[in-house]
């Protein structure tokens, strides 16, 4: 009786050690996930800036233009019909968007004005460029895609968290709700290609 108590006891601490093992596991990578979440989503800027309207107006065009220069670097070596199509999406809508943002700023006398947010992208922008320029024939695709999840999430974030927040003009704002639509357009499909690609 007391051997079978023994061994009941010994069981249980044995589970019991099992569960807490199992919980701590799971608490570390909660924290692993996160912490990567935040990294993966930490927005383009140095100092927390307050971004004028001539500063919003060059960070537009700086995502506009890196967006047209990482799609024309991945294109000609891209492989699957809806990585091409994506890239091509990009070039077109983006383009439009630069006219949009340069009539706009034409209209309301704004000078596009460098700023750390700016510049943090254009870099980020030249990164991403030098590697598709080094990407393989069989990686290109996913490295394209995998790019365009990460700066459309980035982008979103900024338009909601500095760009949006910092302008009282109407026209500009009402140009930064019509863009984070687009980008939000073009992260879902980014998304849903890349899941394909993975699924390979």
């Known amino acids: ?26 608490m570390a990578m909660d924290r692993e996930s996160t912490q990567e979440g935040k990294n993966h989503l930490k927005l383009p800027h140095a100092n927390n800036e307050i971004l004028t309207d001539n500063r919003i107006i060059k960070v537009l065009s700086t995502t506009n233009h890196g967006e047209i220069k990482q799609a024309k670097t991945a294109l000609p070596k891209l492989k699957a019909d809806d990585t091409r199509k994506y890239a091509q999406m990009m070039i077109n809508e983006h383009s439009s968007n630069e006219t949009k943002v340069q009539e706009l ?39 394209y895609m995998m790019s365009q999840v990460k700066e459309h999430r980035k982008v979103l974030m900024l338009i909601d968290k500095q760009l949006i ?31 394909k690609i993975n699924e390979k």
């Open 165 to 195: 927040p910092n302008t009282n003009n109407s026209d500009l704002k009402s140009m930064l709700a019509q863009t984070r639509t687009t980008v939000a357009k073009h992260l879902q499909t980014a998304k849903q290609i890349l899941i």
């Open 1 to 26: 009786m007391k051997a079978n108590n023994m061994m009941k006891i010994i069981n249980c601490m044995a589970v019991s050690g099992i569960l807490s093992l199992t919980a701590c596991q799971a």
């Open 105 to 143: 700023a034409s209209r309301l006398q704004l000078t596009p004005q460098v700023s750390h947010t700016s510049t943090s992208l254009q870099k980020n922008s030249d990164k991403i460029v030098s590697k598709l320029t080094k990407s393989s024939n069989t990686t290109i695709d996913k490295d």
